[in-house]
């Protein structure tokens, strides 16, 4: 079956600094999705990437879609200390798959 | 609008006894799904459904059954709780999956500790 792989697995910066994750599929897919899941909460959508080499911005926050559309990535600028949780990627087939298969996640914290 | 409500938030089950966690939403979503998340995991896809009436396995669904009898709601049973299911338990919403993947819309979550 699908499989979405995400790095690293956990991420500690200083606030100013730059992050990113990445998430790798196996399978070529459809569509990939990112979402925040700040501690206690439930994750909560960003964005959806669809075309191949797509790159979407929201304020200091940069995702972008592989050319092959099997890897994705998030990079956010000057973290702040609001910037802290768990970021998931989860890829979708397409097609009458409905499912999303989700990456492990990457917790980031932000020290002030 | 509510979004998407869960029942209870928390539970503590002794291994063996049954329960329904609830799932509602009031957006007139197509599909739902739940999930359980587990430290180091991620988030595995337990059961969905596309519609009122239609429901499909996901990735982990042994122990876990579910029914769609209407749009808005979408009950996940524990048969027979085990220790193995204590988990985070998310249930999700999206618009409809004939427009391709959309937004999940997710509840607060059912923490569930089983002894």
């Known amino acids: 079956g699908q499989q979405v792989m995400q790095i690293p697995q956990y991420q500690h910066v200083q606030e100013g600094e730059d992050f990113t994750t990445y998430c790798n599929s196996s399978t070529t897919l459809s569509n990939i999705q990112w979402y925040k899941q700040r501690p206690g909460g439930h994750p909560v959508f960003l964005i959806q990437?669809?075309?191949?080499?797509e790159v979407k911005k929201q304020k200091r926050l940069t995702f972008q879609f592989g050319e092959a559309k099997k890897n994705s990535s998030l990079h956010i600028t000057a973290t702040q200390t609001t910037d802290v949780g768990t970021y998931f990627c989860a890829g979708g087939s397409g097609g009458s798959n409905y499912k999303l298969t989700f990456g492990k996640g990457t917790l980031l914290t932000v020290n002030p | 609008n509510a979004g998407v409500t869960q029942t209870p938030k928390f539970q503590v089950l002794k291994t063996g006894q049954s329960m329904t966690l609830q799932c509602a939403q009031d957006m007139n979503h197509e599909y739902m799904s739940w999930y359980r998340q587990d430290p180091g995991m991620g988030l595995r896809l337990i059961h969905y459904s596309v519609g009122a009436g239609i429901t499909d396995q996901g990735e982990v669904p042994n122990g876990y059954n579910v029914s769609r009898s209407t749009t808005e709601d979408f009950p996940l049973r524990l048969l027979s709780a085990a220790p193995s299911q204590t988990s985070v338990y998310f249930c999700?919403?999206?618009?409809?999956?004939?427009?391709?993947?959309?937004?999940?819309?997710f509840g607060d979550g059912t923490r569930l500790s089983i002894l």
């Open positions: 990437l669809v075309k191949s080499g």
């Open positions: 999700a919403s999206s618009y409809s999956p004939t427009l391709g993947n959309q937004p999940q819309h």
